[in-house]
C-alpha cells in the first residue's frame, strides 16, 4: 500500500494524509513484528473467526427458514459496527473518514441481510413453515 500511495503517486501527491497514515501504520507493523511477535497470532485468530463465521451462513443456505435467527444474529452484528467503529476508532485515534469507512461494512452488509429477510419471512408464508413450535405434529392434526 505504501508504494501505491506513497510519496510521487498521485495519492501521495493529493492525499499526503493517506501516505502519513500508511506509512505510520507500517511503521507499527513492522515495530510489533521485530518487539511483539506474539501480536500477529491475533491476526490468525482474526481470520479463524472469520471462517467459522463464514461457516455459520451454510445453514441459511440448506434451510433459510428454519435458521433465520443466523440472519437476525448477522444484522445485530451490523448494526453494532457503527458505535463500535466510533468508539473504539476515537480510542485508538483512528482517522474520522476511516471510521466511516468502517461503519460502511455494517450499512452495506445490513442492505442484503434485510432483503434475504423479507424473502426468507415470504418462503415462510408460502410454506407455512411453523417457528417455534415444540411437537409440529400435535399442531398439523
Partial sequence: MCEWCGNGTFFGKNIPGL?????????????NAVHYPYYAYGTDWLAFAHIIIAVSFIGPFRDPVRNIRVIHYAMIAC??????AMICGEI??????WRLVDC???VF?????????????????????????VDKSAVSG
Avoid at 497514515?21 to 515495530?31: A, C, N, P, S
Wanted: with cysteine; net charge positive.
Fill in 109 to 133: 452488509g445490513i442492505i442484503p441481510l434485510i432483503a434475504i429477510h423479507k424473502m426468507t419471512k415470504a418462503l415462510e408464508r408460502e410454506t407455512g413453515y411453523i417457528q417455534n413450535c
Fill in 79 to 84: 448494526v453494532f459496527i457503527l458505535p463500535l
Fill in 19 to 31: 501516505t502519513a497514515w500508511l506509512h505510520f501504520v507500517r511503521e507499527g507493523i513492522e515495530y
Fill in 92 to 97: 485508538r485515534s483512528i482517522p474520522f473518514a
Fill in 104 to 106: 460502511c461494512f455494517g
